[in-house]
């Protein structure tokens, strides 16, 4: 699994929390879609806050390795 793919599955269970049940398979992946822009702006930006927002306490972070990171580790590389 590439990382840019398991950061868009986390970005997909992140999202399912904040949409209602009622919601398509085409509006999740915009949902996604929009997360994961937001994202990669934020990251650009260092935007601390911004990521903040987005990434959800227990996350799990994938590496591109198969090992295991979570928020705090990430925050290590961009500032969270």
Do not use: C, Y
């Not at 822009?37 to 306490?57: G, W, Y």
């Not at 090992?67 to 961009?78: I, P, T």
């Amino acid at each position: 699994m590439t990382a840019r793919l398991a950061w868009v599955v986390l970005v997909a269970i992140a999202a399912g929390s904040s949409t209602s049940g009622a919601a398509s398979p085409e509006s999740d992946a915009q949902e996604v879609a929009r997360l994961d822009s937001q994202f990669q702006t934020a990251v650009k930006r260092n935007d601390a806050e911004t990521m903040a927002q987005i990434l959800h306490p227990d996350m799990v972070l994938i590496l591109g390795d198969g090992g295991e990171g979570n928020v705090e580790m990430a925050g290590h590389g961009f500032s969270v």
